[in-house]
């Protein structure tokens, strides 16, 4: 009786649907119940806007979060959320084709969907940031309220500025908003997005020190870290090497912060999974 028993349960493993995507837009409501928070408990978002970018393009804060998402979830066993597109840009909106959402509203959205995605059964809210200024600090103060209203851990990350020492490694000097480095991983995800022959030296500026000077719009769309590096370049292997670089670092951030909340029994309770239809 316990052989057959057994028997049957296997049978009915090797039956339930395979997972058919790890991206929530794709999701059938009925996947995803199966899903979350059963088997997977960890989401990533993709946060950026839409600014100018020098010879990359206008979405380039969007492409590259997203992109990274897409690369680490196997290695966390998450899910990825649809981007949040549209952002506090900041200094650069006088630039065609930039957006710029105002901070009061950008709040109220983000608010509702880092509440949805903890009500939807996530105990981990992962934001990747592509876009930072203000945004950052908006995103960190949302996430704070969220997470301790929720009961839910929230980590939210800027991949440049996180990965600023594998950019060190792989270029060998610092980058920039648009430079060499931000130019790279965006050649690394879709070449056709890079712009070779729109490229002159005019289009950059060192980033002013503290208490020098600011000016709006900023001068031109490609803002250096430091004077003398990051200028943009174009080297198809380093821009790969970057990319796999970047994955690897955020991935080990991820996974070991998601790792210290566990051993610290943060938010351990059991979530109900998704809301029931109302």
Same mark, same amino acid.
């Given at each position: 009786m316990v052989h057959r028993l057994a028997a049957i349960l296997f049978l009915a493993v090797l039956t339930l649907p395979a997972q058919s995507t790890r991206e929530l837009n794709d999701l059938n409501?009925?996947?995803?119940?199966?899903?979350?928070p059963a088997q997977i408990q960890t989401v990533l978002l993709p946060t950026g806007t839409v600014e100018a970018h020098g010879v990359i393009n206008n979405g380039a804060d969007n492409t590259a979060p997203l992109a990274l998402a897409?690369?680490?979830a196997p290695k966390l066993n998450a899910l990825v959320a649809p981007p949040l597109n549209y952002g506090?840009?900041?200094s650069l909106d006088g630039y065609a084709g930039t957006f710029q959402i105002s901070e009061a509203a950008y709040r109220a959205f983000v608010t509702d969907i880092f509440t949805g995605l903890a009500?939807?059964?996530?105990?981990?809210?992962?934001?990747?940031?592509?876009?930072?200024?203000?945004q950052t600090a908006i995103l960190n103060d949302i996430a704070e309220k969220v997470g301790r209203e929720q009961r839910v851990r929230m980590?939210?990350?800027?991949?440049?500025?996180?990965?600023? &020492?594998?950019?060190?490694k792989v270029f060998g000097e610092d980058g920039g908003h648009a430079g060499w480095n931000e130019t790279a991983f965006i050649q690394a995800i879709d070449e056709k997005l890079v712009h070779p022959e729109l490229y002159s030296k005019e289009l950059e500026t060192p980033r002013p020190a503290a208490g020098t000077w600011a000016a709006y719009?900023?001068?031109?769309?490609?803002?250096?870290?430091?004077?003398?590096?990051?200028?943009v370049r174009f080297d198809k292997a380093k821009a790969s090497v970057y990319f796999q670089a970047v994955v690897e670092r955020m991935a080990d951030?991820?996974?070991?912060?998601?790792?210290?909340? &566990?051993?610290?029994?943060?938010?351990q309770d059991v979530r109900s999974g998704a809301l029931p239809p109302r």
């Open positions: 409501w009925m996947e995803y119940r199966r899903l979350v897409r690369a680490m506090v840009t900041g009500r939807n059964g996530f105990r981990n809210i992962i934001v990747i940031n592509g876009h930072g200024g203000p980590l939210v990350s800027n991949w440049w500025a996180i990965c600023s &020492d594998v950019t060190l719009p900023f001068p031109t769309p490609v803002i250096l870290y430091q004077p003398g590096q990051g200028s951030l991820v996974k070991g912060i998601i790792e210290k909340w &566990d051993r610290a029994g943060l938010y």
